[in-house]
């Protein structure tokens, strides 16, 4: 027994060595059939002796026919979104703005940003543990039976240095030579082709079969290191440690010092990206000491410590057939150019947007023209000008409509705005089933109601907004077609957990126009029911930090408006949250004013994250690094070696759980 088991060990190391050579380093030193052979070995071997099986084992990465609905895992650090530049001056005032706050020498680290599916990689003792998609920032799906297929991601970590706990980031990525052939493999199938190699990527991780994840032969590479004791305190280091342990980490990345090797860095790739094998749209930029980047600290979205440079857009020219005019759930009218298919940035372009009036004036844009194309990182690309040189035959003038296409309300358009309206909100039907999609969407009241239900509800008369789902019985959905027990089901049940989504959301997911994510929490801290938002008056609103005079006349716009008033009175009669939880305002004190704090290591009572919150509740702060200014350390188990030796160096104190709380 002990003998075949050191037998299986032996071949899933050499197997795991091989697959290290050929899908990390790009250098085969086997071929094909020799490694089939032995992996045939390994298969046999673990088939005589179950009882030596391992999820991680190399004969595991084919993936299991077992479909399963994905789980939601929160994540342990919110994988935040990058701002954008599209110029050498807004790099230049990044680096400016970055110098200005550390006011201390500081390096950046250019490299490639990956065009494809953000993934988050959990590993305990040395052996992959979860994998996690992006989701909404704070959540997202565990698929870790389907990434265990991709070749390129270690299942078991090379030699021993590596943490006992750690997260590492990066891209699932389909190379262009895969994208080809699945796509033609598509579309003699009679299927629909997909529409770029980001996308392919993203569903195909999102299969519910991880065989077909295996077959599609996706790829990785990995950017981000984090985790509490880590091997160095720089981001450039981390990842060259992570590469020996085994991952496939871009060799494209270069250290800077100066901006004139950032600028030189970007120029080399902008145009070397186009040899490369897989789908590329820009330049990351980091700071590379994770003590600046803790200083530097992230806004709500971002991290101020990195900004992604893309890449100037691909442009292509083709015949403009037709204009449609969309409605939008605010009421905005958006000019919808449909043109001669055409291929740009690896997509087949059937559709692209005229932006506005003044837009469509200022290219003269008539039906035939030869218009050109771009598609910078947006969904529905747009035309940035006509080819007026080659007009032959051209068609009328394009003109805007002056009457709303959905529901024939005269259209408006505001002093200072580039857009028209429908004024009809409650009454218009693209801004009706607009308004309550959105309502009903992950972030905010997270109701499993997609697109297509909202549509049937609404064409069956179940709904005229979205007060009118919470009157919806499950005898109303079963006489629908195609609707049965369990995903009527579903639905009931995640439309009475919607009653106990906090107040910030309900604000969010009533869809008032100018008020985002960010907006909602600066109101919500500043009125914490919804009668004092709806009282408020305009001198109050625009009193609020980042609540400028076009977002409060939207708010009092809005609440002046009998049916939305209405439509609150519903929606307060179905159990909404129309209040921030009375626990939560009264938890705030000043007690740890002028306190500041850094935390470090696992805890059991509460969460990192919970205890950052309790922190800013109480009025500290938190730090990443620890200082001279450093007042306490909040360590729980397995506390970093490098804080602990730094804290006790400095003097400062180090509490536990239950100390902190006391404090509180």
């Not at 087949?348 to 947007?353: D, E, G, P, T, Y």
């Not at 907004?465 to 995640?494: G, H, P, Q, T």
């Not at 625009?542 to 929606?571: H, K, M, P, W």
């Not at 990443?624 to 729980?636: E, H, M, P, R, Y």
Request: glycine residues 6%; hydrophobic residues 35%; charged residues 25%.
């Amino acid at each position: 027994m002990e003998e075949a088991k050191q037998k299986i060990e032996n071949l899933r190391k050499e197997i795991e060595n091989w697959n290290y050579q050929y899908y990390v380093l790009a250098q085969p030193v086997i071929s094909d059939f020799e490694y089939d052979q032995k992996l045939k070995e390994l298969e046999q071997w673990e088939a005589e002796y179950p009882e030596y099986y391992d999820p991680n084992s190399p004969s595991q990465r084919v993936g299991s026919d077992i479909n399963k609905n994905f789980v939601q895992v929160e994540h342990t650090y919110p994988m935040l979104s990058l701002s954008n530049t599209y110029s050498e001056e807004e790099v230049t005032d990044f680096y400016n703005r970055v110098k200005k706050t550390l006011n201390e020498d500081f390096e950046i680290v250019c490299e490639l940003k990956y065009d494809g599916a953000s993934i988050s990689l959990i590993y305990e003792n040395g052996s992959l543990k979860r994998a996690v998609t992006r989701g909404d920032g704070l959540r997202g799906d565990d698929v870790t039976s389907n990434v265990r297929t991709i070749q390129s991601i270690p299942l078991r970590l090379q030699g021993n240095d590596y943490p006992n706990f750690f997260e590492i980031r990066g891209e699932i990525l389909l190379p262009w030579a895969v994208f080809g052939r699945l796509n033609e493999e598509r579309i003699a199938a009679g299927e629909t082709p997909f529409a770029n190699p980001r996308n392919a990527a993203a569903g195909t991780l999102k299969t519910q079969n991880p065989q077909i994840v295996a077959q599609r032969k996706l790829d990785s590479y990995l950017y981000a290191l984090l985790g509490e004791n880590l091997p160095y305190n720089s981001h450039y280091e981390n990842m060259e440690t992570a590469r020996k342990w085994g991952f496939k980490v871009s060799n494209a990345v270069k250290k800077c010092t100066v901006l004139q090797e950032v600028f030189e860095f970007i120029a080399y790739w902008e145009v070397e990206r186009k040899n490369l094998p897989i789908a590329t749209d820009g330049i990351v930029l980091k700071i590379n000491s994770l003590r600046q980047q803790a200083n530097l600290g992230s806004t709500a979205k971002s991290p101020r410590w990195s900004i992604a440079y893309k890449f100037q857009a691909e442009s292509a020219e083709t015949k403009l057939i037709s204009v449609d005019f969309q409605v939008g759930r605010t009421g905005t009218i958006t000019p919808v150019a449909n043109l001669e298919p055409v291929l740009l940035s690896g997509t087949i372009v059937k559709r692209a947007s005229l932006h506005n009036e003044d837009i469509i004036n200022k290219f003269d844009v008539h039906i035939g023209d030869l218009c050109y194309v771009e598609k910078g990182g947006e969904i529905i690309p747009k035309i940035t000008g006509v080819n007026k040189e080659v007009r032959i035959h051209i068609g009328e003038k394009v003109r805007f409509v002056r009457y709303c296409p959905a529901c024939g309300t005269q259209l408006v358009r505001p002093k200072g705005e580039a857009a028209h309206y429908c004024p009809n909100h409650s009454s218009c039907p693209p801004q009706i089933k607009g308004m309550i999609e959105h309502f009903v969407s992950r972030k905010a009241m997270n109701i499993n109601a997609g697109e297509e239900t909202i549509q049937l509800f609404y064409d069956e008369g179940l709904i005229k907004n979205v007060a009118d789902l919470y009157e919806i019985r499950r005898e109303d959905i079963l006489r629908l077609e195609r609707w049965k027990e369990k995903s009527a089901n579903n639905f009931l049940v995640s439309l009475e957990a919607s009653k106990k989504v906090s107040f910030d959301r309900v604000l969010y997911a009533l869809g008032i126009r100018f008020v985002g994510e960010t907006v909602t929490k600066r109101l919500v801290k500043a009125f914490p029911d919804i009668d004092r938002l709806m009282n408020a008056t305009y001198e109050q609103l625009i009193a609020v930090d980042d609540i400028g005079e076009v977002i409060a006349q939207s708010v009092r716009d809005y609440f002046s408006t009998e049916s939305n008033c209405e439509l609150i009175r519903r929606l307060r009669s179905y159990g909404i949250q129309m209040a921030t939880e009375e626990e939560l305002l009264t938890e705030k004190t000043d007690i740890l004013k002028g306190k500041t704090f850094v935390i470090s290591g696992v805890f059991s009572e509460h969460s990192r994250d919970e205890y950052k919150d309790l922190i800013e509740k109480n009025g500290g702060k938190n730090t990443g690094s620890i200082s001279a200014k450093t007042d306490f350390v909040l360590a729980g188990e397995n506390m970093g070696p490098a804080k602990l030796e730094k804290a006790q160096k400095l003097g400062i104190k180090i509490i536990n759980e239950r100390e902190f709380l006391a404090m509180i």
